[in-house]
């Protein structure tokens, strides 16, 4: 898993307007789903288990936090920053906190 403080990147000088490149992918070669999801505080995701996907998966968190655990690691991730999680890494999202995590997530084929 790769965390980014969004605030933290560099603006691209070359656009007309403020561009800021979260992550960049070779190529893609397959589908590309894009969605929003809302996690109520005391609630993780999945409810059991963990999650898997075929596709590479990027979130950038539009409010809140939540704590992630993937391959033994955990990490809080808040408002402000984006994620990327490799395809085929297993991985689950909580959230400890006080109210809604609010995240945009795109998989990535």
């Known amino acids: 898993m790769e965390v980014v403080k969004i605030d933290s990147l560099p603006v691209d000088s070359n656009a007309a307007v403020p561009l800021k490149n979260v992550f960049s992918q070779v190529s893609v070669s397959g589908a590309v789903k894009v969605g929003t999801v809302s996690i109520p505080p ?3 995701v999945p409810l059991t288990g963990v999650s898997n996907h075929k596709e590479n998966e990027y979130s950038i968190i539009v409010k809140g936090s ?3 655990e993937t391959k033994g690691k955990t990490y809080r991730v808040s408002s402000g920053e984006a994620t990327f999680i ?3 890494q297993e991985h689950i999202a909580y959230n400890d906190g006080e109210e809604d995590c609010e995240i945009v997530w795109v998989l990535v084929g």
Do not use: E, F
Request: glycine share 22%; charged share 20%.
């Open 86 to 88: 490799p395809a085929g």
């Open 42 to 44: 005391g609630k993780r």
């Open 66 to 68: 939540i704590v992630t």
